[in-house]
């Protein structure tokens, strides 16, 4: 419900979102241009199906998915890459930095008509979204096709982290559906936990930005503008907001000597700092007339964009804007790389861990009120020798803070690795979902019985069949209804789309487990199968050599502490992955020849938030086991066994 609430929002948002853009074209006209691609209608090539999506929304994401893409091309060079934006100005600079090695288009809007048909185009294996690009019907339909999701770089503020709690149940559904969450900090970990992600998927990795390269044509840009400025002393005011820039100009009119540079964040803005500029009377320049800097020149309005860093290489000093205005600051990172001491206020929520340690560190001046930005520039410049101190603070936390792009290229390749592939098969009375890698000609025949061999299940489920595939067993599952109704309608069910059903959820649901590295047979194929007003469903999954279920050990003999100590450990980390067994019991247990402990039969379960179910489960499995021991005459189980499975779960936790 909650996504189709947010659907209907969606739909209407967009309705104002075409003529905002065309708003917005009036001074950048690329903002009129490529609106199929934000329709979801993406005219790319058939080479660039089956990779990696990454996307990055704007000029600041962009700039921080670089190395991790550098990364992933090296890592995979034969995986299409697509990257994608939603500003002209990030799509610039992806076009700049990559060429034809990416490809490269709009991400479209927020609708599911619009992401599905972008999703249908490009089939990727993996979807990865920078920072808080938490698009719910993006994230959603994604993994429902076989997408592995991963969100990277994450960051998640105190303020933001209400925000979605006011929304708990839409938050969930976007944790649910995102397979690895990879983040910037601890404190953004919890942040997360809290809303309900699960603890094994929510791995600190740090700020990829602390790893974003300089531009190739930095140390030219540099020379140019040393050339342009000469020897006269300079300040930045980088990424300003409106009414900051008042703040800085008098700050600025404190300092006649120096040169401002003013860096406004949207370029939507640039005429209007203008025009506050002359309004003011102050004598000032654009960067955009390209010319050197006149000697009466109090302020450069730097209304290009990509240029930020060569003018930092060159500061005595930098304001870190959206920190006075209420908008959680920008980032500090590319000051901190050149040494530049810092002037920040009071709002830093978007890079809260980064200004704690430059807090830490005494490598930022921090000012409470606009009016507190003039002194405390006055003090860096009084003294230079405590402000060059300060800078090299900086610059030091900086360089221990790097290497976030290897610790999030590692679980990403991890996942890709062994996260399988999905193809969907129409037959003559439904549909087949395979696995290429274990059934590369996907045949409706092998959810026949008669092509296997029958074997007994232990008590509480049916038959199941060993059927031959190559050099693999798979095991064939038909799902049967229990109770009242299964004596009524058997192994019918409710017709539903085939990507609902019983077969496809468990299906999809493995092929997850498997990505996450859990204990748990691979999925090879399932099949919806029409039924008139019903259908039916079947499950093929490769057969676990050598392994027995927990039944058939305890009726031969007891299981050692050992043995029940990593029962309850594999429990635990299924759990830890926010995975609920609904009807955990001593029949889907199994242990191999060498003791490890394997989970099975996932119908009905599902991805869900910590909470009472994780008792429930462990209190399911409890009752199996006594039920057994009543039922059976030869049952090795006593409760002394169940302290030392609950250790095991403990340990695992």
Not at 2 to 8: F, G, I
Not at 37 to 43: A, D, H, N, P, T
Not at 447 to 472: E, K, M, N
Not at 544 to 553: F, H, K
Request: proline share 7%; aromatic share 8%; glycine share 8%.
């Amino acid at each position: 419900m909650a996504l189709r609430l947010y659907s209907a929002a969606a739909h209407a948002l967009r309705a104002v979102a075409w003529p905002v853009l065309w708003w917005l074209g009036r001074r950048v006209p690329a903002f009129r241009e490529r609106w199929s691609e934000r329709r979801g209608q993406v005219r790319l090539p058939p080479a660039a199906r089956g990779g990696i999506v990454v996307h990055a929304v704007s000029m600041g994401e962009v700039a921080a998915a670089v190395p991790l893409v550098r990364a992933l091309l090296a890592a995979r060079p034969g995986l299409p890459l697509v990257f994608t934006c939603t500003t002209p100005t990030a799509s610039a600079r992806i076009r700049e930095t990559f060429g034809d090695a990416v490809f490269h288009v709009y991400l479209p809007f927020d609708t599911p008509g619009a992401v599905r048909r972008f999703l249908d185009t490009l089939s990727p294996r993996a979807l990865v979204v920078l920072e808080t690009e938490l698009w719910p019907n993006l994230l959603t339909a994604a993994q429902a096709c076989g997408t592995a999701v991963v969100l990277a770089n994450a960051r998640l503020s105190a303020r933001s982290a209400r925000r979605y709690g006011r929304f708990q149940a839409l938050a969930q559904t976007l944790l649910n559906a995102t397979d690895l969450l990879l983040v910037q900090e601890d404190a953004v970990r919890e942040r997360f936990l809290r809303l309900g992600a699960a603890p094994a998927r929510t791995v600190v990795t740090g700020s990829l930005k602390f790893d974003t390269p300089l531009p190739g044509d930095h140390a030219a840009r540099v020379a140019r503008f040393s050339a342009w400025v000469g020897s006269r002393p300079l300040w930045v005011a980088a990424s300003t907001h409106d009414g900051e820039e008042a703040a800085v100009l008098d700050a600025q009119a404190q300092h006649p000597g120096r040169l401002l540079v003013l860096v406004p964040r949207h370029p939507q803005r640039f005429e209007a700092v203008a025009a506050l500029l002359a309004a003011r009377g102050v004598p000032f320049q654009r960067r955009s007339d390209g010319r050197p800097v006149d000697a009466g020149t109090a302020v450069l309005l730097a209304d290009s964009m990509g240029e930020l860093t060569a003018w930092l290489a060159l500061a005595e000093a930098v304001f870190v804007g959206g920190t006075l205005a209420p908008v959680g600051g920008h980032n500090p990172l590319e000051a901190m790389q050149f040494g530049v001491p810092m002037v920040a206020g009071p709002h830093v929520y978007n890079f809260a861990e980064a200004f704690s340690d430059l807090d830490a560190a005494a490598a930022v001046r921090r000012i409470d009120t606009a009016a507190g930005l003039a002194p405390a520039l006055a003090e860096l410049s009084g003294d230079p020798v405590a402000a060059r101190a300060m800078g090299e603070r900086g610059r030091a936390l900086h360089a221990r803070r790097g290497g976030a792009t290897a610790r999030t290229l590692e679980p990403l390749l991890d996942l890709l690795d062994r996260r399988a592939g999905r193809v969907q098969t129409p037959v003559a009375d439904g549909v087949v979902w395979t696995d290429p890698a274990l059934l590369p000609q996907p045949s409706a025949r092998l959810f026949d019985p008669a092509a296997g061999t029958a074997r007994a299940a232990g008590s509480g489920r049916g038959t199941v069949w060993f059927v031959p595939a190559g050099l693999r067993t798979l095991v064939l599952r038909h799902y049967r209804r229990g109770g009242l109704m299964g004596r009524l309608i058997a192994d019918r069910y409710l017709r539903e789309p085939p990507a609902r059903s019983r077969a496809m959820a468990e299906f999809a649901l493995l092929q997850r487990m498997a990505g996450w590295d859990l204990a748990v047979p691979r999925a090879a194929g399932a099949r919806w199968q029409r039924a008139g007003a019903f259908y039916r469903a079947d499950i093929l999954v490769e057969r676990i050599p050598g392994a027995e279920d927990l039944s058939e050990q305890l009726q031969q003999a007891p299981l050692p502490a050992a043995a029940w100590q990593a029962v309850g450990a594999a429990i635990a980390r299924l759990h830890a992955a926010g995975v609920c067994h609904a009807d955990l019991n001593c029949h889907n247990l199994m242990r191999d020849a060498e003791g490890r402990v394997w989970i099975i039969d996932f119908d009905k379960c599902e991805v869900r938030a910590p909470g009472p179910w994780q008792q429930a489960n462990l209190e399911r499995l409890r009752r199996s086991l006594r039920k057994e021991r009543g039922r059976l005459a030869a049952w090795h189980w006593a409760e002394s066994d169940w302290p030392a499975l609950l250790a095991g779960y403990e340990s695992g936790a």
